[in-house]
T-cell receptor
């Protein structure tokens, strides 16, 4: 019954490496989001997408980029990882016809940058 | 500005009732969510309030007062599996979500 799948649960990377975080949803949702979650802080929106090949910056896009080539897949890219990008990354999706815009989240990808 | 506050941690006893508060300040309001997140797992949707009042869903209820900028999540007949973080999120006038830092609820036998 998995609906939003994040490819990696745990990653350890070195400073300067390129990092890809993959997210796939099987609910035919138009909207997809990438958040990061840090202790003592609320979820912070990095990027979001309302359609294929469409992307919008969230609150903290610096140091990140995204790709949405297919409706079901939304990738987060760290071009050159830095230690301050050590965090839990959460992918989510929603359907625009859902008036409340309820988010369905993946289980998260915990990234450590050394 | 916009901000949203909730207690960092709460402790309660199995079988009891606990109320988790969430206060907010915003220039525009379009709804308030509660999500549950067990350690190491995805947040899952609990409730959504747009209008003032209490919405009940089994053991969980959520209350909203827009005039006071206040919501609470009420959990009754607490079970050990209710140990989790509870996230409050506000949908502002731009339909963006502003998230609280979450309240870690610890249930003791």
């Amino acid at each position: 019954d998995v609906k939003v799948t994040q490819s990696s649960r745990y990653l350890v990377k070195r400073t300067g490496e390129k990092v890809f975080l993959e997210c796939v949803q099987d609910m035919d949702h138009e909207n997809m989001f990438w958040y990061r979650q840090d202790p003592g802080l609320g979820l912070r929106l990095i990027y979001f997408s309302y359609d294929v090949k469409m992307k919008e910056k969230g609150d903290i896009p610096e140091g990140y980029s995204v790709s949405r080539e297919k409706k079901e897949r939304f990738s987060l890219i760290l071009e050159s990882a830095s230690t301050n990008q050590t965090s839990m990354y959460l992918c989510a999706s929603s359907h625009p016809s859902d008036g409340a815009n309820v988010l369905t989240f993946g289980a998260g990808s915990r990234l450590t940058v050394l | 500005g916009q901000n949203i506050d909730q207690p960092t941690e709460m402790t309660a006893t199995e079988g009891a009732i606990v109320q988790i508060n969430c206060t907010y300040q915003t220039s525009g309001f379009n709804g308030l969510f509660w999500y549950q997140q067990h350690a190491g797992e995805a947040p899952t949707f609990l409730s959504y309030n747009v209008l003032d009042g209490l919405e009940e869903k089994g053991r969980f209820s959520s209350f909203l007062s827009r005039s006071k900028g206040y919501s609470y999540l009420l959990l009754k007949e607490l079970q050990m599996k209710d140990s989790a973080s509870y996230l409050c999120a506000l949908k502002n006038s731009n339909y963006q979500l502003i998230w609280g830092a979450g309240t870690k609820l610890i249930i003791k036998p």
